[in-house]
């Protein structure tokens, strides 16, 4: 299935050492003559750099700026102890309904021997449906 590839490449021979033999010239003519120019205008390079930290400073502090957002304010709930009760006991009795049809379908899924994709969709649903009505602290 695999086959082992043989090469009679020279083990010293790296990606850096062809480049450079192939475009060294190119390299060298580029550095002289970027040494001639800056040893000729000195001043011309010293503000390129700093008018270049500078406008890095301005775009830093202006466009590229993580703006923290404005955490809402939470809204105080009106406290009516029968009626909020009466809520959370519907509430939760939803909540136990949904479970047990939840786990009437994980468990018919389950006791397949194998599952289609549908199947597979479908129990993950479910298990994700079941996180959500019963988070783990």
Same mark, same amino acid.
């Given at each position: 299935?695999?086959?082992?590839?043989?090469?009679?490449?020279?083990?010293?021979?790296?990606?850096?050492?062809?480049?450079?033999?192939?475009?060294?010239?190119?390299?060298?003519?580029?550095?002289?003559?970027?040494?001639?120019?800056?040893?000729?205008?000195?001043?011309?390079?010293?503000?390129?750099?700093?008018?270049?930290?500078?406008? /890095?400073?301005? !775009?830093?502090?202006?466009?590229? @700026?993580? *703006? +923290?957002?404005?955490?809402?304010?939470?809204?105080?709930?009106?406290?009516?102890?029968?009626?909020?009760?009466?809520?959370?006991?519907?509430?939760?009795?939803?909540?136990?309904?949904?479970?047990?049809?939840?786990?009437?379908?994980?468990?018919?899924?389950?006791?397949?021997?194998?599952?289609?994709?549908?199947? /597979?969709?479908? !129990?993950?649903?479910?298990?994700? @449906?079941? *996180? +959500?009505?019963?988070?783990?602290?």
């Amino acid at each position: 299935m695999l086959k082992k590839i043989r090469s009679n490449r020279d083990p010293r021979d790296t990606l850096f050492k062809e480049v450079r033999r192939e475009f060294g010239r190119y390299f060298l003519y580029a550095e002289r003559a970027l040494e001639r120019n800056t040893s000729k205008h000195p001043r011309r390079y010293f503000y390129m750099m700093v008018s270049a930290m500078f406008l /890095s400073m301005i !775009l830093s502090f202006t466009f590229f @700026r993580n *703006r +923290e957002r404005p955490l809402a304010i939470p809204v105080a709930k009106i406290i009516a102890p029968a009626s909020d009760g009466f809520e959370r006991i519907l509430q939760t009795t939803g909540e136990i309904r949904q479970t047990l049809a939840l786990k009437k379908i994980i468990d018919s899924i389950t006791s397949k021997k194998t599952l289609s994709s549908r199947d /597979s969709l479908l !129990l993950d649903s479910a298990l994700n @449906r079941f *996180r +959500e009505i019963q988070p783990i602290h």
